[in-house]
């Protein structure tokens, strides 16, 4: 993903962590012109519902070899590294190494709602070609859903509500970058499937359990969840032949269920984090 400079600089003040961050030399770096081209364009901040961030225009840029990169960058030069060397690094010496990848998988480029997508495929595979780790250096692909799908901008949403549906059951949620309402339905298993399929999962993380069953807020231990909500994580792991290892059950960080074995050592050498529900704001 590109970077916006003075975001970057902003965020590493507000969060201290100056001595904990690092950008790759290689990394782009979005300018102004990036978002003044997307909000120009009626294609992407009508038809498509860009959030006129400028990274799809920042992508393009970087596909015809005209960006910036952040070795370019004065203000970075305190943070720029050679941060694929460091993951290998960390890898040779038994190091755990974990990578997100950004936004949902039906917003891919290549394997998503075309053309209501972001400007780069983000499937797992991505992800790994993005920081420079080949596929056999990866141990573990974990994708999280969400308990009902949700979209915000505009796109195909099958079985989606109506917004009164929406409120009444309490899903309602905005774009984290645009503050626009988030479209909702029902959590759909053949997209469940299909995202197991396009990242390799090897397991699932659920989030917002407490939302879909109210009953199941703040649970820790599984045998304490409704027989309702045992039921629709049963069904999802059939649909998808996926072990449901993590759920989440309110918005404390300890509102978790976690089912992997306790006592197993971690000897992960790169875990891959993959979100893959439609619920991310569309990028260029």
Not at 64 to 72: C, P, Y
Not at 213 to 230: C, N, T, V, W, Y
Request: charged share 30%; with cysteine.
């Amino acid at each position: 993903m590109p970077v916006e400079t003075k975001v970057l600089l902003d965020e590493i003040k507000e969060t201290g962590s100056e001595q904990r961050l690092g950008v790759d030399f290689q990394c782009a770096m979005l300018e102004e012109r990036h978002k003044t081209q997307e909000c120009d364009s009626e294609h992407l901040s009508k038809k498509i519902g860009s959030t006129k961030s400028g990274v799809g225009a920042c992508n393009a840029e970087r596909a015809l070899r005209m960006v910036k990169l952040a070795r370019q960058e004065k203000q970075l030069t305190p943070y720029v590294e050679d941060t694929v060397a460091e993951i290998h690094q960390s890898l040779a010496t038994g190091g755990n190494v974990m990578v997100e990848g950004t936004q949902g998988t039906f917003l891919s480029l290549y394997h998503g709602t075309y053309p209501y997508v972001t400007s780069k495929d983000v499937t797992a595979s991505q992800a790994c070609a993005d920081v420079g780790i080949g596929p056999t250096k990866v141990d573990d692909v974990m994708v999280i859903f969400k308990a009902y799908v949700t979209r915000v901008g505009e796109g195909p949403l099958e079985g989606q509500l109506s917004r009164d549906e929406v409120l009444h059951r309490g899903w309602m949620e905005h774009g984290t970058v645009t503050g626009r309402e988030r479209r909702a339905a029902p959590f759909d298993f053949k997209l469940a499937k299909r995202a197991i399929e396009l990242n390799g999962g090897t397991q699932i993380a659920l989030t917002k359990l407490d939302v879909l069953f109210p009953s199941a807020k703040g649970i820790r231990d599984m045998r304490d969840l409704p027989r309702e909500a045992h039921e629709f994580i049963s069904k999802i792991e059939q649909a998808t032949k996926t072990p449901v290892t993590v759920i989440g059950t309110g918005a404390s960080e300890s509102d978790i269920i976690d089912r992997r074995a306790q006592s197993r050592q971690d000897t992960t050498k790169l875990a891959l984090i993959v979100k893959s529900k439609k619920s991310t704001s569309l990028r260029g």
